[in-house]
T-cell receptor, first 114, second 116 residues
Framework: GESVGLHLPTLSVQEGDNSIINCAYS??????FIWYKQESGKGPQFIID?????DKRQGQRVTVLLNKTVKHLSLQIAATQPGDSAVYFC?????????????FGTGTQLKVEL | EAGVTQFPSHSVIEKGQTVTLRCDPI?????LYWYRRVMGKEIKFLLH????????ESGMPNNRFLAERTGGTYSTLKVQPAELEDSGVYFC??????????????FGPGTRLTVL
């Protein structure tokens, strides 16, 4: 897998606790936001998304909150499990004719301690 | 259904050499994207194909990088000549054509490139 620990913010949580991962975005024109999970040796995997006209969206064990006033996103993971250990990226979606262009944040390494 | 595949998974080359990365998108996906992540930093957009046409190549760092998608199926990304700062993980993603607000991009496992 990638060696990312030295360059990434790291969040360590105990198994069963809730995790909150934060992300700031820069483009106030962004209209869609996505959280991705990247496990070692794999590509980014879609977790949950939210449109700019919403401030909260819930999935299975995950919730995304959007605060457009301060351009902030957060991902909440309930009852964190060892399988949640990964790097988490937020991404802004910018529509470009015929497709979508993602702008990613730096990423946060989530470590789940047993 | 097979996901996005990339080849090779790892490549180690010397500065000045040439490397070609390959991406096979999900069958039927017209949109194909290249991204890269260098030095453990954020994943950055390189370019976007719609079928065989380059829709947006604003993220290509310089003219040492050449992407092609002949026939609108698989794509290649060639780096020639490679420099040390090109080391990183190169991701490919694909999505369907459509009028949906957002067409989910499915990512491949990436190619780790190391330039010595």
């Amino acid at each position: 897998g990638e060696s990312v620990g030295l360059h990434l913010p790291t969040l360590s949580v105990q198994e069963g606790d809730n995790s909150i991962i934060n992300c700031a975005y820069s483009n106030s024109a962004s209209d869609y936001f996505i959280w991705y999970k990247q496990e070692s040796g794999k590509g980014p995997q879609f977790i949950i998304d939210i449109r700019s006209n919403m401030d909260k969206r819930q999935g299975q064990r995950v919730t995304v909150l959007l605060n457009k006033t301060v351009k902030h996103l957060s991902l909440q993971i309930a009852a964190t499990q060892p399988g949640d250990s990964a790097v988490y990226f937020c991404a802004e979606n910018i529509l470009t004719g015929g497709g979508n262009k993602l702008t990613f944040g730096t990423g946060t390494q989530l470590k789940v301690e047993l | 259904e097979a996901g996005v595949t990339q080849f090779p998974s790892h490549s180690v080359i010397e500065k000045g050499q040439t490397v070609t990365l390959r991406c096979d998108p999900i069958s039927g996906h017209d949109n194909l994207y290249w991204y890269r992540r260098v030095m453990g930093k954020e994943i950055k957009f390189l370019l976007h194909f719609v079928k065989e046409s380059k829709q947006d190549e604003s993220g290509m760092p310089n003219n040492r990088f050449l992407a092609e998608r002949t026939g609108g199926t698989y794509s290649t990304l060639k780096v020639q000549p490679a420099e040390l700062e090109d080391s990183g993980v190169y991701f490919c993603a694909s999505s369907q054509e459509g009028t949906k607000f957002y067409n989910e991009q499915f990512f491949g496992p990436g190619t780790r490139l190391t330039v010595l």
